[in-house]
Every structure is written in structure tokens, then in C-alpha cells.
């Protein structure tokens, strides 16, 4: 392989890198920032789906269990809530992945999965590290 194409193939990688560095960081701490209170629970997702089925009686039946059995652990599952920011660094991740697969692609960057691997996968360890980060922040103020 010419030297040119591989030099070529980092200096896009390099400059790629740091744009979205600083883009993903932004839409990181945007929607951490917006949703770090935000509390989910999926306790309430299966009486919901029952509950828009036809009215027969072991539907109905079935709805009354699940309503009894979603009663008896409310407690217990009121506070196994865990926090949408969780879920946030998938959006940018998301975002980054595909933008790097494109880039490359573009590019004709050989080894393609050897080439975009490793920065997916740092860029979801900075993700999580710097969400976890910001939350510590946020809850200590």
C-alpha cells in the first residue's frame, strides 16, 4: 500500500477526530444538562400495552393480575428508577459512528472496520466517563 494513502487516511482520521470531538462534546453536555433530573421506570410499560387490547375477559383478567402485581411492587420499584443521562451519550455515540463510517468511506480508507473500531470505541469510554463527570458535578452544586 502507497505510503500517500495511508498518510492520507490518518490525516482525515486526525481532522475528523478533532471536529467531532469538540461537536460531540457540545451535544453531550447540551443533553446532559437538559435531562440529568429526568427519571425513568418501566414499570408501567406491560399494564399499557394490555390495556389497549379488545375487552375480552382474559384480557381484562390478565390487566387485573398485572394491575394487582404492579400495586404489590410499586414500592419496590419506585426506587429502582434509574436517570435518562444513562441513555443520553447513545444519541452523539450514534451520531459519531456513522459520521466516521461515512468520512472513511468517502475517503476509501482501507481496512474500514480496523480504521473506525478503535474510535468508536473510545469515543463511547470518553462518553460514559464524561456523562458520569458531568453528573457528579451537577449533583454536588
Do not use: G
Request: with cysteine; hydrophobic share 50%.
Amino acid at each position: 500500500m502507497p505510503s500517500s494513502i495511508t498518510l492520507r487516511a490518518a490525516l482525515v482520521q486526525s481532522c475528523y477526530s478533532a471536529f467531532v470531538t469538540l461537536f460531540f462534546t457540545y451535544i453531550l453536555e447540551t443533553l446532559v444538562n437538559k435531562y440529568r433530573k429526568l427519571r425513568v421506570s418501566l414499570l408501567f410499560v406491560v399494564p399499557i400495552l394490555c390495556s389497549i387490547h379488545s375487552k375480552t375477559k382474559q384480557n381484562i383478567a390478565i390487566l387485573n393480575t398485572i394491575n394487582n402485581a404492579v400495586n404489590h411492587s410499586a414500592d419496590y420499584f419506585n426506587s429502582k428508577k434509574f436517570t435518562v443521562s444513562l441513555l443520553i451519550p447513545l444519541i452523539p455515540l450514534s451520531i459519531q459512528s456513522s459520521l466516521v463510517i461515512i468520512v472513511n468511506l468517502l475517503n476509501a480508507t482501507p481496512n474500514l472496520f480496523l480504521t473506525v473500531l478503535p474510535s468508536i470505541i473510545f469515543t463511547a469510554i470518553y462518553a460514559y466517563s464524561y456523562t458520569l463527570s458531568l453528573l457528579k458535578i451537577n449533583s454536588k452544586k
